[in-house]
């Protein structure tokens, strides 16, 4: 029997179940100190974590827009006019991994409330175009080559239904919670489902109240290992749509409060964040008090790699260019979120050449840059023993006591190295600590300052003038508890402009 319980607690802290707790109710009584505390102690929950560790994730917008080179249809396109020639989802799937993305999102259903899968509950479907004769269906083809390819899979379902006769009364309820039954029991395992914050009128000019403690509900039972992102319990949206987040950016952020912020369409979501999801930072120590609970709620960055979501001809030459995508990278996977990138294929059905030139390009000077870390075969000088700060493993780390000055690592390089990016991560299955760093070099006897930050998190990627050096440390200035440092890194980045 107590072996047993030994097995079954040795699973449960393997499988990361073991004290995670990624909502803590707050009340007023509480503390400053008891407020941070909790804080640094909430955790994601695997799902999330697993989430947070894919780093890159891909959008795919394709539907009735591409065909009529909109970005909103209005509900009232003719189904034939859907006619790919090409389609091949393979493909798009193909040139996404290739591109190091690891999860693809198809839009199932877009605003216009035409049905990417042949569902049972509306005509207004794949099943009445042309293409295929009726019998397609693109989810399948999404989900079906995701498998194989072994990337995850993920839905986008429009709340907002510009087509449905229903929509605006308590049935359009019922009509989701079917079309999400189709999409979360048909295509096997779904990882993510992604529920837009548009909330427009319908075809009878009413809008909707979303029954989305419902939704939720149902997902979780249908699907318990898919996280909930946007107007859902798992995911934050970062606040833009340009894959641009925050420098101080928290997982860790007040939720459940009503206010200007979060009225209209999330309202209805299960404790929404509290405050201003646009404002600079979210989750500070001042700003902990300003919800219900305090709530792991990492963020999410989305951005399209062209003008639209959907495909249009004329932005061919506006695809976003391999040198924008890398910053766009250092600022939201690099900032402690978590990128979804939209590629949009076109007309024929398939990705562009265009698109996928600029990506081949990114990929590459992504793994040019962090090919070799610099620090692989540093000398711990304090900490002596470093080698879990680059053994590429985000859960092992080295925890400081702030309390007896006790926050620095230092390190000797074998010899003489240049480079100009850092990489930091915290173990986030302790908790979101860091508040303040500093990394320094030394030089002509003393140390100057490289970089210097706020918040860590899953990781933080910093870009600064070339240094040369044999001798480098990090300070960790302030933080909320024991910082648990996962992982350290140095890259030379060539063609860094500095
Ligand atoms: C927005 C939508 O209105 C856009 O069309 C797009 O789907 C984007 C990802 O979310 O809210």
Same mark, same amino acid.
């Given at each position: 029997?107590?072996?047993?319980?030994? +097995?079954?607690?040795? *699973?449960?802290?393997?499988?990361?179940?073991?004290?995670?707790?990624?909502?803590? =109710?707050?009340?007023?009584?509480?503390? &400053?100190?008891?407020?941070?505390?909790?804080?640094?102690?909430?955790?994601?929950?695997?799902?999330?974590?697993?989430?947070?560790?894919?780093?890159? !994730?891909?959008?795919?917008?394709? %539907?009735?827009?591409?065909? !009529?080179?909109?970005?909103?249809?209005?509900?009232?396109?003719?189904?034939?006019?859907?006619?790919?020639?090409?389609?091949?989802?393979?493909?798009?799937?193909?040139?996404?991994?290739?591109?190091?993305?690891?999860?693809?999102?198809?839009?199932?259903?877009?605003?216009?409330?035409?049905?990417?899968?042949?569902?049972?509950?509306?005509?207004?479907?794949?099943?009445?175009?042309?293409?295929?004769?009726?019998?397609?269906?693109?989810?399948?083809?999404?989900?079906?080559?995701?498998?194989?390819?072994?990337?995850?899979?993920?839905?986008?379902?429009?709340?907002?239904?510009?087509? $449905?006769?229903?929509?605006?009364?308590? #049935?359009?309820? &019922? *009509?989701?919670?079917?079309?999400?039954?189709?999409? +979360?029991?048909?295509?096997?395992?779904?990882?993510?489902?992604?529920?837009?914050? #548009? $909330?427009?009128?319908?075809?009878?000019?009413?809008?909707?109240?979303?029954?989305?403690?419902?939704?939720?509900?149902?997902?979780?039972? /249908?699907?318990?290992?898919?996280?909930?992102?946007?107007? %859902?319990?798992?995911?934050?949206?970062?606040?833009?749509?340009?894959?641009?987040?925050?420098?101080?950016?928290?997982?860790?952020?007040?939720?459940?409060?009503?206010?200007?912020?979060?009225?209209?369409?999330?309202?209805?979501?299960?404790?929404? =964040?509290?405050?201003?999801?646009?404002?600079?930072?979210?989750?500070?120590?001042?700003?902990?008090?300003?919800?219900?609970?305090?709530?792991?709620?990492?963020?999410?960055?989305?951005?399209?790699?062209?003008?639209?979501?959907?495909?249009?001809?004329?932005?061919?030459?506006?695809?976003?260019?391999?040198?924008? +995508?890398?910053?766009?990278?250092?600022?939201?996977?690099?900032?402690?979120?978590?990128?979804?990138?939209?590629?949009?294929?076109?007309?024929?059905?398939?990705?562009?050449?265009?698109?996928?030139?600029?990506?081949?390009?990114?990929?590459?000077?992504? &793994?040019?840059?962090?090919?070799?870390? /610099?620090?692989? &075969?540093?000398?711990?000088?304090?900490?002596?023993?470093?080698?879990? +700060?680059?053994?590429?493993?985000?859960?092992?780390?080295?925890? *400081?006591?702030?309390?007896?000055?006790?926050?620095?690592?230092?390190?000797?390089?074998? %010899?003489?190295?240049?480079?100009?990016?850092?990489?930091?991560?915290?173990?986030?299955?302790?908790?979101?600590?860091?508040?303040?760093?500093?990394?320094?070099?030394?030089?002509? $006897?003393?140390?100057?300052?490289?970089?210097?930050? !706020?918040?860590?998190?899953?990781?933080?990627?910093?870009?600064?003038?070339?240094?040369?050096?044999?001798?480098?440390?990090?300070?960790?200035?302030?933080?909320?508890?024991?910082?648990?440092?996962?992982?350290?890194? /140095?890259?030379?980045?060539?063609? /860094?402009?500095?």
């Amino acid at each position: 029997m107590r072996k047993q319980v030994v +097995l079954l607690s040795m *699973f449960f802290s393997m499988a990361g179940f073991a004290q995670t707790k990624n909502f803590v =109710p707050i009340t007023e009584a509480m503390s &400053d100190d008891e407020l941070v505390e909790i804080a640094a102690k909430i955790t994601p929950s695997p799902q999330q974590l697993r989430w947070q560790r894919l780093e890159l !994730t891909g959008f795919i917008h394709f %539907g009735i827009n591409t065909f !009529t080179e909109k970005e909103w249809g209005n509900g009232k396109e003719d189904p034939k006019i859907f006619n790919p020639s090409e389609l091949d989802a393979r493909q798009w799937v193909g040139v996404l991994k290739d591109a190091g993305i690891k999860q693809v999102i198809i839009t199932a259903k877009h605003h216009d409330g035409f049905c990417l899968w042949p569902t049972g509950t509306t005509q207004h479907s794949v099943k009445n175009s042309p293409w295929k004769q009726g019998k397609g269906d693109v989810v399948k083809d999404v989900s079906d080559a995701c498998k194989e390819l072994g990337v995850g899979f993920g839905v986008y379902l429009s709340p907002w239904d510009m087509n $449905n006769a229903s929509y605006g009364t308590d #049935a359009y309820n &019922d *009509f989701f919670l079917e079309q999400l039954t189709e999409l +979360l029991t048909q295509y096997g395992k779904v990882d993510e489902i992604w529920f837009d914050g #548009a $909330n427009g009128e319908g075809p009878n000019g009413k809008k909707q109240v979303y029954d989305f403690e419902r939704w939720y509900a149902h997902i979780r039972k /249908l699907q318990p290992q898919a996280v909930i992102a946007i107007s %859902g319990p798992d995911v934050r949206w970062v606040g833009t749509e340009t894959g641009h987040g925050r420098e101080q950016e928290w997982s860790v952020v007040p939720v459940g409060k009503k206010d200007k912020f979060n009225e209209g369409s999330q309202t209805k979501a299960d404790m929404p =964040p509290s405050g201003n999801l646009r404002g600079q930072v979210v989750g500070s120590r001042s700003q902990l008090r300003n919800g219900m609970a305090l709530k792991w709620y990492p963020a999410e960055m989305d951005v399209s790699i062209r003008p639209g979501w959907f495909y249009h001809k004329d932005q061919d030459l506006k695809v976003k260019t391999a040198e924008y +995508l890398k910053e766009i990278y250092f600022h939201s996977v690099g900032r402690n979120g978590v990128l979804l990138l939209n590629i949009p294929p076109d007309k024929r059905g398939q990705i562009t050449d265009y698109d996928i030139k600029t990506l081949k390009e990114w990929k590459s000077m992504l &793994d040019t840059i962090f090919k070799i870390n /610099l620090l692989k &075969d540093a000398k711990g000088i304090v900490p002596k023993k470093m080698e879990k +700060l680059v053994d590429g493993n985000d859960q092992t780390h080295i925890s *400081f006591k702030m309390k007896n000055n006790n926050n620095v690592v230092e390190m000797n390089l074998k %010899g003489e190295k240049k480079f100009n990016v850092l990489l930091l991560q915290e173990n986030i299955t302790v908790g979101q600590r860091v508040e303040k760093f500093v990394f320094e070099y030394w030089e002509n $006897n003393s140390w100057k300052q490289a970089a210097e930050g !706020t918040t860590i998190g899953f990781k933080r990627l910093l870009e600064f003038p070339t240094v040369k050096t044999s001798k480098v440390r990090l300070r960790i200035i302030e933080a909320r508890l024991e910082p648990t440092i996962a992982e350290i890194g /140095l890259y030379f980045d060539k063609d /860094l402009k500095n």
